[in-house]
Each structure stands twice: as C-alpha cells, then as structure tokens.
C-alpha cells in the first residue's frame, strides 16, 4: 500500500508559478511511472506530465514548456513545477503511481491550483 499525499496548491495570477509536491508514503524508487493528472469541473481527468523509473518524461501539449516533473528520491516525493500559468490550468491536480502488476495505480487526494487572469 501506497499513500500518497500533494501540497503546493493555491491561487496565483496568470503567469505566475506554482510547484507542487507528492510525498509518498514508502519508497517510489522502484515504481515504474510516476504522473501528475488534473481534473477540470465538468471535464475529464487528463495526465499531464509523467515520469519513468529511467528517468523518461512525457507532458500534455498544453503544458509543454511551461510545466516540468521531477523526483527526489531521498524524500519520497515527485514534484510538479508549473510556470507561466494560465487561467486554463485552474484544476484539481492529482498525484498518481503505477507499475504495471497493480490492478489500479494509487492516487492522492488531490491539491487545488485556481489561476486568476
């Protein structure tokens, strides 16, 4: 079992930056994927960035070259840094871990980003 736990979120101005944190609660060395997803009221949920046990990355294209994931493995947490934000961005985001032996992945409880114009 795995928990997971995201913090970082806020309100910002459109064009500001954000960097969410996701502290897991036992090691995430290990886990193949790591990814951050975000859910808009009324949309579906959608991934937004992704990170590899080897170090591969892949982003939505919305959010390419302005948002990028990272790890630290020595504090169990992958983080999400959010720059030049857009009122578009506003969402629930979502921490998420999988390996392809778990029948469903592991997400957090979800961190609450709203941008401003």
């Known amino acids: 079992q795995v928990q997971l736990v995201e913090s970082g979120g806020g309100l910002v101005q459109a064009g500001g930056s954000l960097r969410l944190s996701c502290v897991a609660s036992?090691?995430?060395?290990?886990?193949?994927?790591l990814g951050w997803y975000r859910q808009a009221p009324g949309k579906q949920r959608e991934l937004v960035a992704s990170?590899?046990?080897?170090?591969?990355?892949t982003y939505t294209d919305s959010v390419k070259g302005r948002f990028t994931i990272s790890r630290d493995n020595a504090k169990n947490t992958v983080y999400l840094q959010m720059n030049s934000l857009k009122p578009e961005d506003t969402a629930v985001y979502y921490c998420?871990?999988?390996?392809?032996?778990?029948?469903?992945?592991?997400w957090g409880q979800g961190t609450q980003v709203t941008v401003s114009s």
């Open positions: 998420n871990a999988q390996n392809p032996w778990w029948t469903n992945p592991y």
């Open positions: 036992a090691s995430i060395i290990s886990i193949q994927r």
């Open positions: 990170l590899t046990s080897g170090g591969m990355t």
